[in-house]
């Protein structure tokens, strides 16, 4: 596995944008997506942080299937409503100008929602959901995904890892955030299982034959050629009431297609009929809600926050020490890497010291050389 050392934010925020702009990306947009990335990181998620810098992004955009060069159209617009084409640019530039347009909206009507086809990888929806709660709104994001997750009952991988994302301001030092999969574990975790070496836990993956799958980079592997499905949240069959993260991700899937017309299921495998790469053409959706329209923001989180304390302060279980509520564990790793810096394992160095020399960045100086 190696050794993870820790880099300096402003090193790879410096580092991440000079690739992107070699890559074509415009510096404005290369800006917005290297902090995206980061925001990951300092969350602690790093299934969607530096660890994806270069499989997802470089190399698509290597790969002619990303465009680093992101045109946003929009094809209908209300006053509270808008839906946009992403015309298969940068999903994270896309992402946060769909989600600004939300909060406009919602600043002057109470509520906004914009839809997004034909985009791309997005980065963590937490990211955008939070953009809401440092205005005083309630965020809700959501995307669908190349097919990963079975139906309850099926082996064949049908539907995205669907994230359903809600971001709600409190009076507490953070932010109550759930950002999820609705499936066990997305794809970008057991990326991770296979960069560190790790077998994927059983239970989380099915293979054709109905049997639980445990090698990571096999089912990387599987998974892409539709030889294997992840479990959707609560497990497989109806028994841990699978069928609830089976109905989750179906609701993401619908949001992210049927309001802005856009690609869904096998439509986002990534293939054309002869296995050649073409771009996901994914969609995502962004809902804004403005607290100060109901009973004002103040009493809004004053309410949020004693619902979580309240829950924070429950009785525990035998041996537990303490209760958390989303956003919080999220929060203290953020405190805990703020001087630290990035934690990054061997794999991901070798891989920024490569892309580094090649595009002859002199100027950058890793902590891990």
Request: proline share 4%; aromatic share 8%.
């Amino acid at each position: 596995m190696g050794e993870r050392i820790y880099e300096k934010w402003n090193v790879l925020d410096e580092f991440m944008q000079a690739v992107f702009v070699k890559y074509g990306v415009p510096k404005e947009d290369a800006a917005i997506c290297a902090d995206i990335l980061l925001e990951s990181d300092r969350r602690g998620i790093e299934s969607h942080g530096c660890n994806r810098f270069k499989p997802i992004y470089i190399d698509r955009i290597k790969d002619g299937i990303l465009n680093p060069v992101t045109n946003i159209e929009i094809l209908k617009e209300t006053e509270t409503t808008a839906v946009l084409d992403g015309h298969n640019g940068m999903g994270m530039v896309v992402g946060k100008k769909a989600m600004e347009m939300a909060i406009d909206k919602a600043k002057k009507h109470g509520l906004g929602m914009t839809a997004v086809r034909n985009s791309t990888h997005y980065g963590i929806a937490g990211y955008y959901a939070t953009m809401c709660t440092k205005e005083n709104m309630i965020g809700v994001t959501g995307t669908n995904a190349r097919p990963s997750i079975a139906p309850t009952f099926g082996v064949e991988n049908m539907l995205g890892t669907n994230p359903l994302t809600f971001g709600i301001p409190t009076d507490e030092e953070f932010p109550f955030v759930l950002d999820c999969a609705t499936s066990i574990s997305q794809r970008g975790k057991i990326e991770y299982f296979a960069r560190m070496g790790m077998d994927t836990p059983e239970g989380m993956v099915i293979g054709r034959d109905g049997q639980a799958l445990t090698d990571s980079p096999q089912i990387l592997k599987d998974l892409t050629s539709a030889k294997a499905a992840l479990a959707p949240l609560g497990g497989i069959g109806d028994s841990l009431a699978g069928y609830k993260g089976y109905g989750y991700a179906t609701v993401v899937e619908i949001l992210s297609a049927a309001l802005q017309d856009g690609s869904f299921l096998k439509d986002l495998g990534g293939l054309d009929e002869n296995g050649n790469k073409i771009p996901y053409p994914l969609g995502h959706f962004f809902l804004a809600i403005n607290t100060e329209a109901f009973l004002g923001a103040e009493a809004f989180k004053k309410t949020a926050g004693a619902i979580l304390r309240a829950l924070r302060a429950s009785e525990k279980a035998p041996g537990q020490e303490q209760i958390f509520t989303a956003g919080e564990k999220e929060h203290l790793v953020w405190l805990e890497r703020k001087e630290k810096g990035v934690p990054l394992n061997e794999a991901v160095q070798k891989e920024f010291k490569k892309l580094r020399d090649e595009l002859g960045l002199t100027d950058i100086h890793f902590a891990f050389e």
